[in-house]
């Protein structure tokens, strides 16, 4: 169930395992209202939030008893689907983003496509299982859903890096900064950026 305005969009998931409210609004200031469940995931979306200039709230509770994963996967269907339905057929945006961002001894680059053709390069060697209680393997599986639903081509490279938490963090940082520029409006485009004339 959904409810969307321009470049705004509402989405609700509600399963026996989880049950999330996420708002987002692409053309924000970087406000950030977080409360998963899952502390890091606060952590790392409200980074995600700031650095990409997104106003993001999110509200979710899930059988974390068992173990964080079913949260973190319908965290990123439920943001996925929010970029999809903010931006629609992907028309009169730059489509395209890059960044790369260091954290310390850490360098990551992030390099996405509205491309309507959903694909995952997780080029992120995460040696440590852990970080704090968060199972660090939950990181890829999040972004597997959010560039499933939001009809994403995304590439995560770390560059170096020895830190857990930095390479972590540095690609949620990263990230934001990726979609905001490909989510930007460019005033030259009156449809998607294709030589075909749609995605």
Known sequence: MSKTSKRKSEIKRQTRETDISLKLEIDGQ????????????????TLFGVHGFFNLTVSAKGDTEVDDHHTVEDLGICLGQAFRESLGDFSAIKRYGLAAVPMDETLVRVTCDFSNRPYLHFGAKI???????????LVQEFLRALTIHAGLTLHVEVAHGKNTHHIIEAIFKALGRCLDQASAADPRLAGPLSSKGSL
Request: positive net charge.
């Open 127 to 137: 040696k440590d299982q852990k970080v704090g209680r968060f199972d660090t393997a």
């Open 30 to 45: 970087g406000r950030a209202k977080i409360a998963t469940g899952v502390p890091f995931m606060d952590h790392m979306l």
